[in-house]
């Protein structure tokens, strides 16, 4: 813990569910100046035994410090609670760390401009429990000078503190990609614990399996990723219909052992339509292409 410095910005944190008590906990312990607010008053209790100042409401939080972080369910919330306030957020900084799309950033964005505040967009990548850590990452967007003038204040929240660029968006979507990547692995995962499990195989017996698969995985993507950057797919591993002979084996075993085969039958319809458009003798990188296409479902607005 760092001694209280009277330099140090005065912080507000607004929302304090799980995420936000711990970000709060995070700037006291780093000796910043916290008030804070929550719709539900009770769950400030710890926060204001270890030195947070409760705000009324949340005009008064605003109200106390140059730099506001916000951390609610969702955009709704941040807007029920800050809408009403106008020219309270004049000239100060407002951090949402509240999950959401890059669109309603970048209109976040906008929304804070005509009240005259600067704006940050950030992404969460850490649970509660990492906040303040070294494990802990946070994605910043928004205007440079505005990250440097709060740089300091930022890092107390984890050592991974990092500007992405200038439009406020880029924040949900590294936060978006992070989290597809993490279902991805974690069904295919469960995926495979159901196979296993009906030859009596435990996950925990699968668990060191798979990570080590997960490994050999991840030191596959600078290769892939520079294919595709360059748009040219050689096969260096085994090629797309190698592949789509493996899947129709995955889809098989889950038939005929009984469990789930709906995202193996996913998997390989979506290959079956690289083949189709003349990748089969391409490495699995080709499928980016299937993945930049909309997908039939409309995009809710
Ligand atoms: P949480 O524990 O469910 O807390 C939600 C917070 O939002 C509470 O403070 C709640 O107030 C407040 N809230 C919701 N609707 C409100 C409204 N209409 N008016 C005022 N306050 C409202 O959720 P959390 O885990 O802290 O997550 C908060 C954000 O962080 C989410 O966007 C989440 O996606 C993101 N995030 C979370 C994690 C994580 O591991 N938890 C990781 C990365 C990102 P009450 O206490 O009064 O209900």
């Known amino acids: 813990m760092q001694d209280h410095d009277d330099d140090r910005t005065p912080v507000t944190v607004i929302g304090l569910g799980l995420m936000g008590r711990a970000l709060a906990g995070a700037f006291l312990r780093d000796g910043y100046p916290t008030t804070v607010w929550n719709r539900t008053a009770a769950k400030a209790e710890q926060l204001v035994a270890q030195g947070a100042k409760l705000a009324d409401s949340p005009g008064d939080a605003v109200a106390a410090s140059p730099l506001v972080v916000v951390c609610v369910t969702d955009y709704d919330a941040v807007y ?25 950033a970048r209109a976040t964005a906008e929304w804070a401009a005509r009240r005259g505040s600067a704006y940050l967009d950030g992404a969460i990548m850490a649970a509660p429990q990492a906040i303040g850590t070294a494990d802990a990452a946070i994605l ?105 002979a493996a899947m129709d084996h995955l889809v098989r075993e889950s038939e005929l052992l009984g469990v789930n085969a709906e995202l193996p039958r996913f998997v390989k319809a979506l290959t079956d339509r690289a083949v189709a458009d003349g990748h089969g003798a391409h490495g699995y990188a080709a499928m980016i292409e299937q993945f930049r296409k909309p997908s039939t479902k409309r995009p809710r607005p």
């Open 80 to 104: 029920e609670l800050l809408d009403p306030l106008d020219e309270v957020l004049e000239g100060r900084v407002l951090v949402n760390l509240t999950s959401g799309t890059s669109a309603q």
């Open 140 to 244: 910043y967007s928004g205007p440079q000078p505005v990250f440097d003038l709060h740089e300091s204040a930022l890092s107390s929240l984890g050592a991974g503190t990092t500007r992405l660029g200038g439009d406020h968006g880029l924040s949900s979507l590294h936060e978006a990609a992070v989290l597809g990547l993490m279902w991805g692995m974690l069904n295919g995962f469960l995926q495979g614990v159901a196979l296993l499990g009906a030859a009596g195989v435990s996950a925990a017996a699968f668990a060191p399996v798979a990570n080590s698969a997960m490994g050999t995985v991840a030191e596959w993507l600078p290769g892939y990723a520079q294919q595709i950057d360059d748009a040219a797919y050689p096969a260096l591993d085994s090629t797309i219909d190698t592949h789509l």
